[in-house]
């Protein structure tokens, strides 16, 4: 696969994205010409009937394949929020085909690689153990990246699970435990996410380029990530391409 240009749409309720320096940063890296866009939905300024389509996206049974679902109108009008707070799953699949839905054809060239930053928690289907799971990047043109599946789909340290655990059954606080585990996983406003996001966009364009997205050394950021410990270290301590993946974008 060939790509000639690469447009991201940025989500403008997390400035952390820092959208014009991953502009720069993948261009230095794959030597694409990259355009930063506004919020997808405001820069093809779609009808409402999208978040009818977003809301028809929405997972409800996790141990189940999606099922079609046809939304309320209080869910469409869910959808209308500038931001989505509330943990709500989506098929991250099925978003995206809502997202390539309301694309002019002009830019639905295989050429042309689509990014797409969302508040909302993707998640996609795991046959292995036939249960939905939160997903920080779901690989297709268009990608979408999910902010809220970065905090929340790779795992806490397990000592911060077992604390937990504890302190619930003695009905104390829970508050202690963020001062004790501070810097050892990402929250939400996270001022490291700029970093983190390099890796995830880096990925998305790996699967588009060569249909494999990830690497098995914790060394590369193309690491796929299931703890906050090892997305931290591949991300922001190891911060590039290993030489392997190197050599394979250098062929292309």
């Not at 009905?171 to 435990?177: A, F, K, Q, R, S």
Request: glycine share 4%; hydrophobic share 35%.
């Amino acid at each position: 696969m060939k790509i000639s240009k690469i447009f991201l749409y940025d989500e403008p309720s997390v400035p952390q994205i820092k959208i014009d320096k991953l502009v720069e940063f993948i261009e230095k890296q794959i030597g694409i010409k990259v355009e930063a866009r506004q919020n997808f939905l405001k820069h093809f300024n779609v009808n409402k009937k999208v978040f009818h389509d977003i809301a028809s996206c929405r997972v409800f049974n996790p141990y189940v394949p999606f099922e079609t679902h046809n939304p309320t109108a209080e869910e469409a009008t869910f959808e209308e929020q500038e931001t989505i707070k509330n943990i709500v799953l989506y098929d991250g699949f099925e978003l995206a085909n809502v997202f390539r839905d309301y694309m002019p054809d002009s830019e639905l060239s295989q050429e042309v690689f689509h990014l797409i930053f969302t508040t909302r928690l993707t998640c996609s289907y795991d046959y292995d153990d036939y249960r939905y799971h939160g997903r920080a990047v779901i690989c297709s043109n268009p990608s979408i990246i999910s902010t809220t599946g970065i905090i929340e789909a790779p795992a806490k340290p397990r000592d911060y699970y077992l604390q937990m655990y504890e302190k619930i059954s003695q009905g104390l606080n829970l508050d202690v435990l963020k001062n004790e585990f501070k810097g050892r996983y990402l929250e939400y406003n996270d001022s490291r996410l700029d970093l983190v996001v390099r890796g995830y966009a880096l990925q998305a364009i790996f699967y588009y380029l060569t249909g494999v997205p990830f690497c098995e050394s914790k060394d590369c950021v193309l690491y796929n990530a299931h703890w906050q410990e090892d997305l931290l270290y591949s991300q922001i301590e190891i911060g590039k391409l290993c030489k392997q993946h190197q050599t394979v974008l250098g062929s292309f």
